[in-house]
C-alpha cells in the first residue's frame, strides 16, 4: 500500500465501550497528526508527532489518547467518549515538522457514538 | 495566531463555466498558503500551495491561485469546471517563522463546490 491508510474506516461504539483507531504511513514521513473534521466546523488539530514525541496535544480531553509507536505508525485510543465526539478522524504525515510542508492525509476514519 | 475564513459555503456552477473559490486570511506574521480538495469518502488531497516568489501559483487539474498580500486574499480559480470538480474545498495557512519552528496548518471551514451538467 502506498500513503497514508487508517482503519477502520466506520466506527460506531457506544459511551461506554473503549476502541482505537490506526493509522500507517508508508512514505517515510516523520511527523504525524490526528485532526477531528465535524459538520460544518474548520479541520481541528488534535495531536502532533515528530519522531514519536508528541509535539502538541491541543486542549483535547483524556478520554482522547495518542500513541505513536514508531514514524510510520498512529494510534487513537477511545473510551468513555460522548456522542458529540461524533465525527471523521483524519490521520495526516508530513516529511519533517517544518514549515511549509505538504502534509497528505489518510481517508478517515468515520466515528459514530451512540 | 491565524484565522482563514472561506468567504463562501457553497457554490453551484454549471460545467464549463468559470469559478472562483474565496479566501481571506489574518495573520501576525508572514505565511505560508494551501488549497486542498476533499471528494467524498476521502481525506484531503492537496492541490496547491505558496511557498514564496510568483504570486500566482499553478496546481493540479487546472486550478490556479493567487497571492494577495496587501488585501491578505488566496482565492482558488479554473477557468472551466468538470463534474468531477464537485468536492470540498479547503483554504489553510502555516504561519512562516524562521528556522525550524513548527509550521502548523490552520483551516477554513470549507467550500462545497458542486458542478451540475
Known amino acids: 500500500e502506498t500513503g497514508v491508510t487508517q482503519t477502520p474506516r466506520h466506527l460506531v461504539m457506544g459511551m461506554t465501550n473503549k476502541k482505537s483507531l490506526k493509522c500507517e504511513q508508508h512514505l517515510g514521513h516523520n511527523a504525524m497528526y490526528w485532526y477531528k473534521q465535524s459538520a460544518k466546523k474548520p479541520l481541528e488539530l488534535m495531536f502532533v508527532y515528530s519522531l514519536e514525541e508528541r509535539v502538541e496535544n491541543n486542549s483535547v480531553p483524556s478520554r482522547f489518547s495518542p500513541e505513536c509507536p514508531n514514524s510510520s505508525h498512529l494510534f487513537l485510543h477511545l473510551h468513555t467518549l460522548q456522542p458529540e465526539d461524533s465525527a471523521l478522524y483524519l490521520c495526516a504525515s508530513s516529511l519533517t515538522l517544518g514549515q511549509g510542508y505538504e502534509q497528505y492525509f489518510g481517508p478517515g476514519t468515520r466515528l459514530t457514538v451512540t | 495566531a491565524q484565522s482563514v475564513t472561506q468567504l463562501d459555503s457553497q457554490v453551484p456552477v454549471f460545467e464549463e463555466a468559470p469559478v472562483e473559490l474565496r479566501c481571506n486570511y489574518s495573520?501576525?506574521?508572514?505565511?505560508?498558503l494551501f488549497w486542498y480538495v476533499q471528494y467524498p469518502n476521502q481525506g484531503l488531497q492537496l492541490l496547491l500551495k505558496y511557498l514564496s516568489g510568483s504570486t500566482l501559483v499553478k496546481g493540479i487539474n487546472g486550478f490556479e491561485a493567487e497571492f494577495n498580500k496587501s488585501q491578505t486574499s488566496f482565492h482558488l480559480r479554473k477557468p472551466s469546471v468538470h463534474i468531477s470538480d464537485t468536492a470540498e474545498y479547503f483554504c489553510?495557512?502555516?504561519?512562516?517563522?524562521?528556522?525550524?519552528?513548527?509550521?502548523?496548518?490552520?483551516f477554513g471551514q470549507g467550500t462545497i463546490l458542486t458542478v451540475h451538467p
Open positions: 489553510a495557512v502555516s504561519p512562516y517563522a524562521g528556522g525550524t519552528s513548527y509550521g502548523k496548518l490552520t
Open positions: 495573520s501576525s506574521v508572514s505565511v505560508y
